[in-house]
């Protein structure tokens, strides 16, 4: 009796904890190309087409180093994505990249506040039952059938970006989704029908954004841009009426993109139509919580998109405007300190960090560096071969840095190497600006694709896969943007060669 006693009371052989061999391989992985990069012999200048050199300095190759193991720890998702991002502000600080208080200063850089800001509204409309409003209307009215699902929501989104910014439209869409896949699957598990919902509502979210200036801030200081350089001025309605059939021929064929990548699981929701009018009546009458939520998120769209027109109100910083949203909700009622701790801070520190890393590769120059070597592998080829491989960095680099610092430091090489090529510069400018509204590879080129992700349908790996054929198909309907639907719709696409 006493052996069983003692046998008993003995302490169990710690249990063997199992290796998860892959992550530890991309752990170090990342740790490598870092310590290649960064240690490697200097590497050689590069030359612009008027003759300058750009040298790559020891900074701006550790910024290359930091970009190397985060794009490897991002895509593989070896620790959560935010301590990524944080790791990007510590290697510049410890290795003297740049000085830590610029480094760390990005991460609460005004575009970041302005991404925690948009989250807050979509965390609103769920809280307040607006989102459940918005999706059982509109299954009631595209039905039944998950193609038909897809379509609408898509369509939804891309129109909302023509009038607001894409991110916000991503963070209102994000509950709507998620109450529409709820009566999809009983559980959160991962779905087809789930994983085309969310990486498809974050394609389109970029498709629509690139139609107005009132998508994105990339359209108008691209414009801004193009004027300083080129002394011509494009108008809001230019860029629209150029802009318009390619971005909505993007999201249909998105959308059959979808379709046949993420084809769901069921192709009815049987009862689905006549159970979203049911439950759509059960919600009553509009309360005061919901009301006031769509004054304020209604009063904010509207002063942003005002800016735009109105030069009284162009010295309003935008970001202010939506912060101001989110002390209105707080001032309301309408959201309260538990509501505060359930933000997703794990996105928003994805988003600081890749503010952090995109200003280190610019003020750096490594981004100068890496846009002058690509562009001059093209200064002897053919027009449309050199505006595809400008267009095909852009949208390699807004993947991984801001969309406006990808056209910024590309466009004014890309200008200067044109008229030796017969190339116009509106071509250029309009073809940067349609792959610079699309990344479809990293979480970090985008916000809405960020906000997907916290849907937990996919994973990083996911989204890499599906964003390869996506970004193909980027490239196709930028080139015939440039030769068929933009010259039948009067753009200048050739000069004669100076």
Not at 203 to 228: E, M
Not at 282 to 301: D, F, H, M, Q, S
Not at 379 to 391: L, N, S
Request: include cysteine.
């Amino acid at each position: 009796m006493s052996e069983l006693t003692v046998t008993q009371t003995q302490a169990p052989a710690a249990a063997k904890v199992a290796v998860n061999y892959r992550r530890l391989f991309f752990t170090f992985l990342g740790i490598a190309v870092f310590s290649i990069i960064y240690w490697s012999p200097p590497w050689p200048d590069a030359i612009d087409p008027l003759g300058e050199h750009f040298v790559l300095s020891k900074e701006a190759k550790g910024a290359l180093a930091v970009f190397g193991l985060a794009a490897v720890w991002w895509v593989f998702e070896v620790v959560p994505i935010g301590i990524t991002s944080i790791t990007i502000g510590v290697l510049q600080a410890l290795f003297l990249i740049r000085d830590p208080k610029v480094a760390f200063k990005d991460f609460m850089d005004p575009s970041v506040l302005f991404i925690f800001g948009s989250i807050v509204i979509g965390m609103v409309f769920t809280k307040t039952g607006l989102t459940k409003r918005l999706a059982y209307k509109m299954l009631s009215i595209v039905g039944e059938r998950t193609s038909m699902i897809y379509l609408g929501c898509f369509v939804m989104t891309a129109a909302l970006t023509h009038v607001m910014a894409h991110t916000a439209v991503a963070a209102t869409m994000f509950p709507l989704l998620m109450a529409i896949h709820s009566l999809y699957a009983d559980n959160d598990t991962p779905t087809k029908f789930g994983k085309g919902l969310f990486i498809g509502m974050a394609y389109v979210a970029g498709a629509g954004s690139i139609i107005t200036l009132l998508g994105a801030a990339r359209g108008a200081v691209a414009l801004g841009f193009y004027k300083d350089i080129m002394n011509v001025d494009i108008s809001f309605f230019e860029l629209t009426m150029y802009m318009f059939p390619v971005g909505w021929l993007m999201v249909i064929l998105l959308w059959g993109f979808i379709m046949v990548l993420a084809r769901p699981e069921k192709k009815r929701i049987e009862g689905l139509k006549e159970r979203a009018g049911r439950m759509y009546a059960e919600l009553g009458r509009w309360n005061r919580k919901e009301i006031l939520t769509v004054v304020i998120v209604l009063a904010t769209i509207f002063i942003i998109a005002l800016k735009n027109f109105v030069p009284a109100l162009s010295s309003l910083n935008k970001t202010g405007i939506m912060l101001c949203s989110t002390i209105a909700f707080f001032v309301c009622n309408i959201l309260d300190l538990d509501d505060l701790e359930e933000i997703p801070w794990n996105i928003i520190l994805l988003f600081a960090g890749a503010m952090s890393i995109g200003f280190c590769l610019w003020e750096t120059g490594a981004a100068k560096w890496m846009a002058v070597n690509w562009l001059q592998l093209f200064k002897d080829a053919p027009g449309i071969v050199f505006v595809m491989g400008m267009a095909f960095f852009v949208m390699i680099m807004t993947n991984f840095i801001m969309n406006v610092a990808a056209i910024a430091i590309s466009l004014p090489v890309a200008l200067v190497v044109a008229p030796y090529l017969g190339v116009a510069g509106e071509v250029i400018l309009f073809s940067s600006l349609v792959v610079a509204g699309m990344p479809f590879l990293l979480l970090v080129g985008a916000a809405p694709n960020a906000i997907a992700y916290n849907s937990k349908q996919f994973t990083t790996g996911e989204f890499v896969m599906y964003g390869i054929p996506a970004s193909i198909l980027l490239m196709v309907v930028t080139w015939l943007a440039v030769t068929v639907i933009w010259p039948l719709m009067g753009m200048t696409t050739t000069v004669p060669i100076a």
